[in-house]
């Protein structure tokens, strides 16, 4: 088995960089056009899934709806794949959030892993709610079979998963990039050795 996951379709908050964390942002028309040339790359590069499962957040299911137009396998929206919850940073910029919040991104930049933004989650804090996602959906599965599964996700939960298997250290994800409506392939023996190095 394998897991892709890609996060969601454009937003007009991406174009305007602002942050969206748990602000719920749908797609724009060009997300749109992602989600369905994301279709066609799956099934230009024969990349069969069972089903897709989804963040709630509505840039996800909107993502994922236009998913199952095309290849019916149904899709389901699954607790503990939505974007980062990012506070006070959510609706600003980075340039803003360094003018109107530099200390609390001086403390949060310092120690990424594990030090929260302002009134939001920790990295550490998604991975332990993308795993227990993850771990509920898995258990309906035999993992060693052919099957594979689509997950539509999110920026910052995704950025989670690549920094871990390639060991970037979290005060480097800026280097990091998630493209819109991209797949990323990963193995369940990727997926259990991050898990296991969660604690």
Known sequence: MKIYFARH???DW????KVQG?????????????????????QDNHI???????????RARQTAQIIDWHFHTGFEVVNGLEEMNLGLFEGHTW????????????LW??????????????????????????DNILEQYDTSSDQNLLIISHGAVIMTLIAMRNNIPFEQSHTIAVDNAK????T????????????
């Open 9 to 11: 379709g454009q937003t």
């Open 14 to 17: 991406n174009i305007m960089r």
């Open 22 to 42: 748990t602000t719920d942002i749908p797609l724009n028309e060009n997300g749109m056009l992602q989600a369905n040339e994301l279709c066609q790359y799956l």
């Open 48 to 58: 069969s899934f069972a089903k897709i499962y989804t963040s709630y957040q509505i």
């Open 95 to 106: 340039e803003e959030i360094e003018a109107l919040y530099p200390e609390e991104l001086r």
């Open 109 to 134: 930049n310092s120690y990424k892993r594990y030090n929260k933004s302002p009134q939001g989650e920790s990295y550490q804090m998604v991975m332990e709610r993308l795993f227990e996602a993850l």
């Open 183 to 186: 797949p990323i392939e990963f």
């Open 188 to 199: 369940i023996e990727e997926l259990d050795e991050i898990k296991r190095r969660l604690n």
